[in-house]
């Protein structure tokens, strides 16, 4: 069964932070898919496509910009909320001009993540039920 739940993929390789990114947005009634390496997340992408995906800048193997970077070689347009310890002004050209949905900056209030992510995924959210 088909679930109704907008699909959040949360990349980051420190566990303590996808555990809790994860906790929070599905206390929020979103489904969510973690992974602690952009290369993980590549090869989630063969059987799902999330509706938003929540990534951190410094990773190793493949940062967050290089992973939406090859997200957009393959086709794919996902909206992506970018989160960074390393608040610089590189980080903050660079995500400008990704055209990212936004950059927070650890640590963040949950308020901040859950209103990126209701924006990113409002467009698509199903009709209510009619009568």
Request: net charge neutral; proline share 10%.
């Amino acid at each position: 069964m088909a679930t109704s739940k907008p699909l959040i993929a949360v990349v980051d390789d420190d566990p303590s932070v996808v555990k809790s990114l994860a906790r929070t947005l599905r206390s929020a009634g979103f489904e969510v898919s973690a992974f602690g390496s952009a290369l993980e997340f590549l090869g989630f992408l063969e059987t799902s496509l999330p509706r938003c995906l929540v990534l951190d800048v410094q990773m190793p193997e493949m940062n967050g910009f290089e992973l939406q970077s090859r997200l957009r070689e393959l086709g794919y347009r996902v909206p992506v909320v970018f989160i960074t310890a390393h608040d610089t002004p590189q980080t903050r050209a660079t995500a400008s001009q990704s055209g990212t949905l936004g950059l927070l900056f650890k640590p963040f209030g949950n308020t901040a993540l859950l209103d990126l992510v209701r924006r990113a995924v409002e467009p698509f959210s199903p009709p209510p039920p009619g009568p």
